[in-house]
């Protein structure tokens, strides 16, 4: 169960698909580096110098392309995060541009989870909650409506049994009860008669 009012991450399978997204990259080139530099003799002829080099070369780019997927990826990673509070769902994110968003539960209508043949493969889902409102522009879903792209899949199928216990529930403070005059048809609260359509 999400503790209420406690920032929550995405989950450490998020982590990893967000890095292999900013990473694969350079780790095609760390392979090509190798098997270049493995390879000495090439069409007959001897390059050992040349091609070490390269693929030195290759490898230092190839790492310092890694290290900043990494570092992309830990700081996207760390700045999204929500926390499911009595009465809404927050959310943050951003780096630079901070976005932070309170979407009231009454507002929510649905919450669907799609998994891709990648994402099952990573353990993780796509969870989108469609809001009031949103319903008539549905060009783009990820505009319009609050998306978790990549979340970890027991962590979406969590949050979506938590939201839907609680969509749709409004709760009213400080109500008085009244007296219902039959004769008018008026509603009485503290001395004022209000006409009930």
Known sequence: MIPLGQEQALGRKTFLVHLS??????????????????????????????????????LLIAFIM????????RLKYKNYTFTLEEFDIKL????????????????IQSVDITRSL????????????????NEDD??????TDTVFDPIDADLAE?????????????????????????TNNSVITDNKNEKIS
């Open 21 to 58: 997204k900013k990473t694969s990259t350079s780790i095609i080139l760390i392979f090509l580096a190798l098997a270049i530099g493995m390879n000495k003799d090439i069409f007959g002829l001897k390059l050992a110098p040349a091609i070490s080099t390269g693929a030195f070369v290759l």
């Open 66 to 73: 890694f290290v900043i997927g990494y570092g992309i990826s």
């Open 92 to 107: 943050k994110k951003g780096l630079f541009n901070i976005e932070e968003v309170s979407l009231p539960y009454r507002q």
């Open 118 to 133: 990648a994402y099952r493969f990573f353990g993780v889902s796509r969870l989108v909650m469609i809001t009031a409102g």
């Open 138 to 143: 549905k060009k783009d879903h990820d505009e």
């Open 158 to 182: 969590e949050v979506r049994q938590t939201l839907q216990r609680k969509i749709g529930v409004q709760i009213i403070e400080g109500t008085k009860v009244a007296d219902v005059d039959a």
